[in-house]
């Protein structure tokens, strides 16, 4: 997500050819704000958990619902809104996500009125619903305004301000919704004030996310947009052949669903384990800037790994950077102080290339069945619901360090992706 994803590309240019670049300019300048947009309320959820686990007297487990509802949406809605999306159009699309995203913001405000983790809850899948019809909307519009040969850079490109988005959004999390101040009660205040205090602390930073996002919208509504044209990937030489057949994808869609729970996991907890170290002057405030180096790791790995992988095989590139991590992560679990600190937080910059390496390896060589196959794996990303959850089980039973042992386990798989299971085996003809 982290989070950088979805890269799910259109199979044609639709209808915008013979049309001059210049009248794409300005689109994609209003599509790269939102990708940006959706980045930075990603990532603001790994600020957003150790609030509400405060604030609610949380476990573990627990704090894990909010990842668990915000990556849920994607595994629930990403069908429907697809087929939500090819009725009304693209723009339509953006204009809708926009507004459903906005109203999960709004909710927000409520919840925080009455003090109601599950309102919370419930205005996350909201909020996440209406980034995956944005993301549904998107990246297949980002590809087609343009040349079909340069399409993945339009792609990398906006994604790159994705990436920009989760790397502030825990810089600014700390400032408007975390505080350095803990409840010592010498003001006479009681804990159910300072309760009330520290949740109240939400409502104008997502009050704020949802005014912009409402003007997006409108203004997605009313600017002259090209008109993109939607081709079936189905056709008569793909018919009998089973998505199944091809190794290559099924265990890139299970790759991708370790990915993002590994890469969700860690970010959830930083804030915590960093916290946990035991280090002087450490506060939750403090901590939680630090998360945006696990994030700007990814963003400038990213420009690295490009470069990289121009010398390098993707997969030896992939698994180079899974061994990295899970050797950081076993270094962060049996270290403490600043070392684990560093070592964690170093995983983002292994973390940069794995998505996009672990989608176009998985749809390689698909063919007619390439936007299907781009279904099946950005619907894995539901591993960003199931892997956190996990972790807080085992965090909560085993102790928080040890638990990261879970991602660790994850990266192992995607070593194997990259070295064995990314090579493609065409399925003979029934």
């Given at each position: 997500?982290?989070?950088?994803?979805?890269?799910?590309?259109?199979?044609?240019?639709?209808?915008?050819?013979?049309?001059?670049?210049g009248q794409y300019r300005f689109?994609?300048?209003?599509?790269?704000?939102?990708?940006?947009?959706?980045?930075?309320?990603?990532?603001?959820?790994?600020?957003?958990?150790?609030?509400?686990?405060?604030?609610?007297?949380?476990?573990?487990?627990?704090?894990?619902?909010?990842?668990?509802?915000?990556?849920?949406?994607?595994?629930?809605?990403?069908?429907?809104?697809?087929?939500?999306?090819?009725?009304?159009?693209?723009?339509?699309?953006?204009?809708?996500?926009?507004?459903?995203?906005?109203?999960?913001?709004?909710?927000?405000?409520?919840?925080?009125?009455?003090?109601?983790?599950?309102?919370?809850?419930?205005?996350?899948?909201?909020?996440?619903?209406?980034?995956?019809?944005?993301?549904?909307?998107?990246?297949?519009?980002?590809?087609?305004?343009?040349?079909?040969?340069?399409?993945?850079?339009?792609?990398?490109?906006?994604?790159?301000?994705?990436?920009l988005g989760t790397t502030i959004?825990?810089?600014?999390?700390?400032?408007?919704?975390?505080?350095?101040?803990?409840?010592?009660?010498?003001?006479?205040?009681?804990?159910?004030?300072?309760?009330?205090?520290?949740?109240?602390?939400?409502?104008?930073?997502?009050?704020?996310?949802?005014?912009?996002?409402?003007?997006?919208?409108?203004?997605?509504?009313?600017?002259?947009?090209?008109?993109?044209?939607?081709?079936?990937?189905?056709?008569?030489?793909?018919?009998?052949?089973?998505?199944?057949?091809?190794?290559?994808?099924?265990?890139?869609?299970?790759?991708?669903?370790?990915?993002?729970?590994?890469?969700?996991?860690?970010?959830?907890?930083?804030?915590?384990?960093?916290?946990?170290?035991?280090?002087?002057?450490?506060?939750?405030?403090?901590?939680?800037?630090?998360?945006?180096?696990?994030?700007?790791?990814?963003?400038?790995?990213?420009?690295?790994?490009?470069?990289?992988?121009?010398?390098?095989?993707?997969?030896?590139?992939?698994?180079?950077?899974?061994?990295?991590?899970?050797?950081?992560?076993?270094?962060?679990?049996?270290?403490?102080?600043?070392?684990?600190?560093?070592?964690?937080?170093?995983?983002?910059?292994?973390?940069?290339?794995?998505?996009?390496?672990?989608?176009?390896?998985?749809?390689?060589?698909?063919?007619?069945?390439?936007?299907?196959?781009?279904?099946?794996?950005?619907?894995?990303?539901?591993?960003?619901?199931?892997?956190?959850?996990?972790?807080?089980?085992?965090?909560?039973?085993?102790?928080?360090?040890?638990?990261?042992?879970?991602?660790?386990?994850?990266?192992?798989?995607?070593?194997?992706?990259?070295?064995?299971?990314?090579?493609?085996?065409?399925?003979?003809?029934?």
């Amino acid at each position: 997500m982290a989070l950088n994803h979805g890269p799910l590309e259109s199979t044609n240019a639709g209808n915008t050819a013979g049309q001059a670049p210049g009248q794409y300019r300005f689109p994609l300048y209003i599509l790269t704000s939102l990708f940006f947009m959706w980045g930075f309320l990603t990532a603001l959820n790994d600020i957003l958990i150790p609030h509400l686990k405060n604030v609610f007297d949380l476990t573990y487990t627990q704090s894990m619902l909010v990842q668990f509802c915000f990556f849920g949406a994607y595994f629930l809605v990403s069908m429907p809104a697809g087929s939500v999306v090819a009725k009304i159009g693209y723009q339509r699309g953006l204009v809708l996500g926009l507004l459903v995203a906005g109203l999960g913001c709004f909710l927000f405000y409520p919840a925080a009125g009455v003090q109601v983790y599950a309102l919370f809850l419930a205005a996350l899948f909201i909020l996440a619903s209406g980034i995956t019809i944005l993301q549904v909307s998107a990246n297949p519009y980002v590809t087609a305004l343009g040349r079909p040969e340069t399409a993945s850079i339009r792609l990398t490109m906006t994604q790159a301000f994705n990436a920009l988005g989760t790397t502030i959004a825990p810089l600014v999390g700390a400032t408007l919704i975390l505080t350095a101040v803990a409840f010592t009660g010498d003001d006479g205040q009681t804990i159910a004030e300072f309760k009330a205090q520290e949740a109240n602390s939400v409502k104008l930073p997502y009050l704020a996310l949802g005014g912009a996002l409402w003007v997006l919208a409108f203004i997605m509504a009313v600017v002259n947009l090209p008109k993109i044209g939607h081709q079936s990937d189905i056709t008569d030489d793909a018919k009998g052949f089973s998505l199944w057949d091809h190794s290559h994808l099924v265990l890139g869609a299970v790759s991708i669903f370790l990915y993002v729970g590994a890469e969700v996991a860690i970010g959830s907890f930083l804030v915590n384990f960093i916290t946990d170290l035991g280090m002087s002057n450490m506060s939750e405030k403090r901590a939680a800037e630090l998360v945006a180096y696990y994030w700007g790791g990814a963003l400038v790995g990213r420009f690295i790994g490009a470069w990289v992988m121009t010398k390098i095989s993707a997969g030896r590139v992939l698994a180079f950077n899974a061994a990295g991590s899970v050797a950081l992560i076993v270094l962060a679990v049996v270290s403490s102080g600043s070392v684990a600190m560093v070592a964690i937080l170093a995983v983002g910059l292994c973390n940069s290339i794995m998505f996009p390496t672990i989608f176009s390896l998985a749809i390689k060589d698909l063919g007619a069945f390439t936007g299907r196959g781009s279904g099946v794996v950005c619907a894995a990303i539901v591993g960003g619901a199931i892997v956190p959850l996990m972790q807080g089980v085992l965090a909560d039973s085993i102790g928080l360090q040890v638990s990261f042992l879970l991602p660790a386990i994850c990266y192992v798989f995607i070593i194997y992706y990259g070295l064995v299971g990314c090579k493609v085996k065409q399925p003979s003809n029934p």
